[in-house]
């Protein structure tokens, strides 16, 4: 009897395990820049008065940026969701919702952390960024022409100071 509850923890704690890295592997697959190409937008001569024309206001790096947030905050959604799903569902037992519960803090703890610490480095450098942090590793994105060094050590204590992450674990990336 015991084995079988055992068992079922070891499942859920799986499920929880790969749900979360579900989400991570999302927000990295639609945040990566490899897709993101300068297209100009098409202007012709024969505009009508009162119709709408396209105007060139953002640039690659900003639509990145943009897209990249709303992709991790669907991800964090998702992973959000599915653990309250767990705690929510009658038929789990207590130790699997406590389990969840701390699942569900660390994730709101490391959003949290993200927004800190891209706040802290737009304030440094003036520019926009994108911070990511998993349970041992931190990923920081930049615009391109943004680091230096002394920018990478401010980043750098920026995250020390704010996370428990090693500095041989903080990534510093400048998009293309």
């Not at 068992?7 to 897709?35: E, I, M, Q």
């Not at 009658?90 to 993200?114: F, H, N, P, Q, V």
Request: charged share 30%; aromatic share 6%; hydrophobic share 40%.
């Amino acid at each position: 009897m015991k084995s079988k509850i055992i068992s079922r923890k070891h499942v859920l704690a799986f499920t929880l395990t790969c749900s979360l890295a579900l989400a991570v592997f999302v927000n990295w697959y639609y945040t990566k820049p490899d897709g993101l190409q300068n297209k100009e937008p098409e202007i012709t001569d024969n505009i009508a008065l009162g119709e709408a024309q396209l105007v060139n206001s953002t640039t690659v790096t900003e639509n990145y940026f943009e897209n990249a947030k709303l992709n991790r905050t669907k991800a964090h959604d998702s992973a959000k969701e599915s653990l309250q799903s767990i705690i929510d569902d009658g038929a789990t037992d207590e130790d699997t919702k406590a389990s969840a519960r701390e699942k569900l803090a660390k994730i709101s703890e490391y959003i949290k952390l993200e927004a800190d610490c891209e706040n802290l480095i737009s304030a440094q450098t003036s520019k926009e960024c994108i911070v990511t942090l998993d349970f041992d590793s931190a990923e920081v994105i930049l615009p391109k022409g943004t680091i230096d060094d002394g920018i990478l050590i401010k980043i750098k204590d920026i995250i020390l100071t704010k996370t428990k992450v090693n500095v041989e674990n903080i990534t510093v990336i400048e998009v293309k």
